[in-house]
């Protein structure tokens, strides 16, 4: 079974632009999880989406937006870049969308750079 | 104050050794606790899962929690060069506002050398 897909996997982008990305779940996973992750905050939860609607959301500015559409493949949306927005961003699939046993599974993250 | 708190180290030890990483946390609602190792360059992988207190081994990997003092152990027994990683404690309540929300530690730098 494949694994997490995302793409691109290196973006290099300017100040005040937008940018999108993609992350396609491992086969038969319904919910899907971004995460952003920097070496002084660590990876830190943005958004959780299952069944196309956003379930649950972290402290993250309203310029970090995403989606989900029918078959659980997700997007999510960074509007109006700041240089602070560099990071690799994770994008995790896991079956159900819960807490307790459901298991994330990572992909190998986006590298974004601002410059 | 950082929900879960994890020493950064560098952590450099020989092959062979055993390897301890660990893990302190504040929200006593946390229930499952989870391993993560991450190889430069890649998404983090899953090691070890349990659930509440106890311990759980898995061929040269035990994990073991302590909800009482709020504290998570990952040992490492005869340590391999490949086992060189960042390792990352992640934890997560029981269902309601945590879908799909893992907290993370920092993650531990762990170097191992022949």
């Known amino acids: 079974k494949a694994g997490v897909t995302q793409t691109p996997r290196y973006l290099i982008k300017t100040r005040g632009q937008q940018v999108t990305l993609s992350c396609s779940p491992i086969s038969g996973h319904r919910s899907v999880s971004w995460y952003q992750q920097t070496p002084g905050q660590g990876l830190q939860f943005l958004f959780e989406?299952?069944?196309?609607?956003?379930?649950n959301k972290g402290n993250f500015p309203g310029r970090f937006s995403g989606r989900q559409f029918s078959n659980s493949r997700s997007e999510m949306n960074v509007s109006t870049l700041e240089l602070g927005d560099s990071a690799l961003y994770l994008c995790?699939?896991?079956?159900?969308?819960?807490?307790?046993?459901?298991?994330?599974?990572f992909g190998p993250g986006t590298r974004l750079t601002v410059l | 104050q950082k929900e879960v708190e994890q020493d950064p180290g560098p952590l450099s030890v020989p092959e062979g050794a055993i390897v301890s990483l660990n893990c302190t946390y504040s929200?006593?609602?946390?229930?499952?606790f989870m391993w993560y190792r991450q190889y430069s360059r890649k998404g983090p992988e899953l090691l070890m899962y349990t659930y509440s207190s106890g311990n759980k081994e898995d061929g040269r990997f035990t994990a073991q929690v302590d909800k009482s003092s709020k504290y998570i152990s990952l040992f490492i027994r005869d340590s391999q060069p490949s086992d060189s990683a960042t390792y990352l404690c992640a934890m997560r309540n029981a269902g309601g506002t945590s879908y799909g929300k893992l907290t993370f530690g920092q993650g531990t730098i762990l170097t191992v050398h022949p």
């Open positions: 929200n006593s609602a946390f229930q499952y």
């Open positions: 995790a699939s896991s079956w159900l969308a819960g807490g307790g046993t459901d298991t994330q599974y």
């Open positions: 989406y299952f069944s196309e609607t956003q379930r």
